[in-house]
């Protein structure tokens, strides 16, 4: 009998919801950090400002 499959079948094509989450809280985190980095930039900014 032949098999007519790939190499990798479906059933090994599933990543489950474990990697969906670990992928979500990545993308959050990712946002966190560059809207953090911006806004140190802006308080930086402001605060090198008042000091003139």
């Known amino acids: 009998m032949v098999n007519s499959y790939p190499i990798m079948s479906t059933p090994f094509l599933y990543i489950g ?3 969906g989450v ?3 809280i990545l993308i959050v ?3 966190v950090l ?3 980095a911006f806004g140190y930039r802006i308080w930086y900014t402001i605060k090198k400002a008042r000091k003139k």
């Open 34 to 36: 560059i809207v953090a």
């Open 17 to 19: 919801p474990g990697l």
């Open 22 to 24: 670990g992928a979500g």
């Open 29 to 31: 985190l990712v946002l």
